[in-house]
Each structure stands twice: as C-alpha cells, then as structure tokens.
C-alpha cells in the first residue's frame, strides 16, 4: 500500500526527535565512562539494540525511498546526494560494533574504556550530524518537491514495523530505556 510521502515525512521528522532523545542518555552514558564511572551498561546495551532494530532497519531505508524518488524526480534538487546511502550503511556499521563491545561487556570480557568511549561519542557524534543536515537541508527539499506535487511512495515493506520504545505500549526487551526517558515523554 502506498503513502502519503507528506505523512512518511511527517513519521521521519517524528523519528528524528526520538532518535535525538536516545542519543541524549546515549551521550550522557559516555560521560559517565570518560568520569571514570561505571554507566548501565544493560541501558546501553538497549539502546543499541533499539537503534539496530528501529532507525537502521525501518527509519534509513524509508528514508533511502523519497530520497530515491527525489533524485528520479526532481535532479535539479538532488545535488550531493549520493553519499547519503553510503553513510547510512557506516551509521549500521558503527551501532553494530557498539552493541557487540557492549555485549561483550556484560558478558564480562575485557573492552578497553577508552575504546568504547572513542566509538561511542564518534556514534553520536556521526549520527546527529547526519540528521542535522537531513533535517536542515533534505529534508526541506523534499518539502519543496512535495509542495510542488504530492506523491504517494511505496513503504509497505516497513509500515508496519512499530518502534518498539516510542510506539508500544509497553516492551519487556525495552524496559530500562523506558523507564530512562523524561517524564514529558515516557
Ligand atoms: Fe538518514
Ligand atoms: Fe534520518
């Protein structure tokens, strides 16, 4: 079934905002590490596994469609464009090998500390500069192209895939990243 690509921008604008509050306790996870204190590593073990299961399997590759439909509709809005899939495929890279080290971890190897806060502050750091200029540039041609004439895009592959933290009710596999976020939200 196809969508309203208004409304799927509306879904990737929505996603953005939650990715950044996730990001935030993601961050304030690696500050505590650079403290020399000992974070919860069960949240962020959730964390990546949120960011694995919902922005890099649903979020990035709807957006890869309206960019796609973009470049085919309107070239003339489409410039500097070709890197975009490509960062998406080092944002899955980086939040894979984070989940591994934090996996490790928990199951009680050894994973140098600054290592993990080297990967996971150059994480956040890749990943809001990448949403930043999706929403600050994109996202706006989009718009632009949208504005001019609507089109409907085929997501049906990802519709129905839920964020399992801001979109379910109440997740077991999701509990302490619930439990973690601020009360306006939660
Ligand atoms: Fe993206
Ligand atoms: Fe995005």
């Known amino acids: 079934m196809d969508t309203d690509a208004r409304e799927l921008m509306a879904e990737l604008r929505e996603d953005h905002r939650n990715m950044s509050i996730i990001l ?4 304030d996870l690696v ?4 403290e020399d204190e000992d974070p919860d590593f069960e949240l ?3 964390i990546m596994r949120y960011m694995t299961v919902y922005p890099d399997a649903v979020h990035h590759p709807k957006e890869d469609v309206v960019y796609e439909q973009l470049r085919e509709r309107r070239p003339d809005l489409s410039e500097d464009l070709n890197h ?9 890279r980086l939040g894979g090998l ?25 994480y956040v750091t890749y990943l809001r500069r990448h ?3 999706e929403e600050e540039d994109l996202f706006s041609r989009i718009d632009l192209m949208l504005e001019a004439e609507p089109y409907r895009v085929d997501v049906s592959e990802y519709q129905n895939i839920k964020d399992p933290v801001f979109e379910l009710e109440v997740e077991a596999a999701f509990k302490r990243l619930l439990a973690s976020l601020p009360n306006t939200i939660a």
């Open 131 to 133: 949403m930043r200029w």
């Open 44 to 46: 962020f073990d959730e």
């Open 84 to 92: 975009v899939p490509d960062e998406h495929l080092e944002i899955a």
């Open 98 to 122: 984070l989940r591994d080290e934090v996996e490790a971890i928990i199951a009680g190897a050894a994973v140098r500390r600054e290592k993990m806060i080297e990967d996971s502050s150059s």
């Open 31 to 34: 500050e505590e590490m650079a």
């Open 24 to 27: 935030d306790l993601l961050a």
